[in-house]
């Protein structure tokens, strides 16, 4: 089965447990096998399944199910078992394209972000959320290396990366994108439950999951000053695949970055497909920083600085 990352969990331990119901006394045909597929994927793939008593996890479910016997009369009880999973990211996404979500831990506003001017001495990039693959992909990277060659002058002090608001989506074309400033490099790690390791790579303006092309641009840029001291801005509206672009620049010479702490959804989602069309988009592992510290929790700035004034603290920075 096709991975797919997107590209902050929290232990969930049960201090006891008790016999599950037969799951043929509370649901019926369709219910008991959708609701039999869902949980036997959270079973097998959570980043928590070794930590969570599953005995206790499905009889909470199925009494939350009840005498189900469509499909949609399953959807508390799966909103029961993403909240139990604990790990606040994990989703069901039906057919329609509704999602349905646990009740999260993880609160957060994603503030709009007013455009910003920057002096002829200072380069500025924005990433913005994306979600796509394919050839969308592509443009989405090759739309962010426009940006950098129209900004790349050898007089330049450095870069200001721009993530701020960025609600993530997929981090491959984001991380293609950025490469030029970001450096080739190992930028990052996937860390699973059972601690193998899956490394994040740019090369020729191209991003890589464990050697597999992820996302290419079209023509490669190469700054006029290569290695360039670098700004990165955040705030609480990055998170998830935002959250795996400001990651890769952590532990960068010549970086710095500057705002206020990311939302806390740095860690990683597998999508699995079900009969129904639907899908569950499962948190199977941990994002970790190039020098493999784990994450899984919000990104703290290098240095907290209010909204208003992140850019002009990141400019005197760069000047320094």
């Not at 590209?7 to 008790?18: A, E, K, Q």
């Not at 039999?36 to 199910?65: A, C, G």
């Not at 074309?173 to 450096?183: K, N, Q, R, V």
């Not at 079209?218 to 959250?243: H, Q």
């Amino acid at each position: 089965m096709m991975k797919k990352y997107f590209i902050s969990g929290c232990c969930l331990l049960w201090l006891f447990s008790c016999s599950s119901p037969d799951p043929n006394d509370v649901t019926s045909g369709e219910a008991r096998e959708y609701l039999s597929e869902v949980l036997e994927l959270m079973e097998k793939n959570s980043i928590h399944r070794d930590t969570i008593d599953w005995q206790r996890f499905r009889r909470e479910v199925y009494t939350e199910v009840g005498e189900a016997e469509t499909i949609i009369q399953t959807y508390e009880g799966i909103k029961r078992a993403l909240t139990l999973l604990g790990d606040n990211h994990s989703v069901l996404v039906n057919p329609d394209g509704s999602r349905l979500k646990g009740n999260s831990k993880i609160k957060f506003n994603v503030n709009s972000v007013p455009p910003v001017s920057v002096p002829d001495d200072v380069g500025y990039v924005k990433i913005t959320s994306f979600s796509g693959g394919g050839d969308a992909a592509t443009a989405f990277a090759d739309k962010i290396q426009k940006q950098i060659r129209s900004a790349d002058s050898p007089s330049l002090v450095g870069w200001i990366v721009d993530l701020r608001g960025n609600t993530g989506g997929n981090m491959w074309p984001m991380l293609a994108g950025i490469s030029p400033i970001l450096g080739e490099d190992t930028i990052g790690y996937f860390v699973g439950a059972n601690e193998r390791r899956f490394r994040w790579e740019v090369r020729n303006g191209s991003s890589f999951n464990r050697n597999s092309l992820m996302t290419s641009v079209t023509e490669p840029y190469v700054l006029a000053n290569p290695e360039p001291k670098v700004a990165v801005l955040l705030d609480e509206g990055v998170m998830s695949s935002g959250e795996a672009v400001a990651i890769a620049f952590v532990g960068r010479e010549n970086t710095r970055s500057f705002g206020s702490a990311t939302c806390g959804l740095s860690t990683a989602n597998e999508t699995y497909r079900l009969d129904n069309n639907s899908a569950l988009v499962l948190t199977v592992a941990y994002m970790a920083d190039r020098n493999l510290k784990v994450y899984g929790t919000p990104i703290e700035p290098d240095e907290e600085v209010a909204s208003e004034a992140v850019v002009q603290r990141a400019i005197a920075w760069l000047r320094q």
